[in-house]
């Protein structure tokens, strides 16, 4: 059982279209990041956020964090091919350590 | 760029054989960590540093060992290599150097398969 339930798995859609990738547990951290990843690379770090309900914005992406600090979710508006990748939230429970969702693989269709 | 680089990039080893993973970092930084990474299970901790010769357990640990003599080098050891070893491999540092996350810079990593 994962600690942290990544939705959907998978997502394919068209160029323009909006998205909503969520990330939940019954845990509490007390942060939590979204990577995304590319084949063949590791992830990168998009965004951290700390405080609850705590809402980040990065282009056309947005990030925000639970009020109780459980949940996750990233909101991607008008899609480019670009977009297309694994993205990934990690939760920080004790000191350094993360652990990581299974991931939603996003394909966006031109 | 934090510097840090995976070696090697691919390997191909037979059962029963060891294995030792690479990760080099340039700037310093204390703590290191390796994942595998694996279809339906995201990344999974196996083994991590806050130090030179000072490691823990990740959540997926058996099968492995670490070393980290110098602050710059993580290596990571499969002392008998298994076909359930065939992952890919990847080492990770944390970003500042306080004690709470605010996210890693991962390697590019290295893709393992056990025949």
Redesign the interface.
Known sequence: TQLLEQSPQFLSIQEGENLTVYCNSSSVFSSLQWYRQEPGEGPVLLVTVVTGGEVKKLKRLTFQFGDARKDSSLHITAAQPGDTGLYLCAGARYGNKLVFGAGTILRVKS | DAGITQSPRHKVTETGTPVTLRCHQTENHR?M?W?RQDP??????IH?S?GVKDTDK?EVSDGYSVSRSKTEDFLLTLESATSSQTSVY?C?I??GQG???????????TRLTVV
């Open positions: 703590y960590y994942y339906g299970h995201g990344l999974r901790l991590y806050y990740g990847f990770a944390t970003l004690a709470r996350s605010y996210g890693y810079t991962f390697g590019s990593g």
